[in-house]
């Protein structure tokens, strides 16, 4: 199952190409931000933004306080272990 998973953007690395760098759980990757990016929020104040992250892009903004929420059920459930693996996969097939 794909699911977004809360994250937070600790770095802009691309503002030509809207790319971002987010920590999630621990595990930083890039992700494509032009799905948040408004004239009213361009990419250099998304930095510490927290956002749902689907598939290497950042599809919303949310608040801190639903994204630990979030992060919280969806260990409960057991979701974000296989989710953190399959971004490390990922980091590594990259490196």
């Known amino acids: 199952m794909c699911l977004g998973i809360p994250g937070q953007i600790t770095a802009i690395t691309d503002t030509e190409q ?3 760098e987010v920590n999630v ?8 931000i032009a799905c948040i990016v408004t004239d009213d929020h361009p990419p250099e104040t998304c930095i ?14 949310i608040d801190e306080a639903e ?15 296989q989710e953190l693996d399959a971004m490390r996969d990922s980091e590594q097939a990259l490196a």
């Open 18 to 20: 809207m790319l971002a």
């Open 25 to 32: 759980s621990g595990v930083t990757r890039p992700v494509n």
């Open 48 to 61: 510490g933004d927290w956002v749902l992250v689907h598939v290497g892009f950042a599809m919303s903004r």
């Open 67 to 81: 994204a630990r929420k979030t992060l919280a059920i969806l260990d409960e459930l057991g979701e974000v272990q």
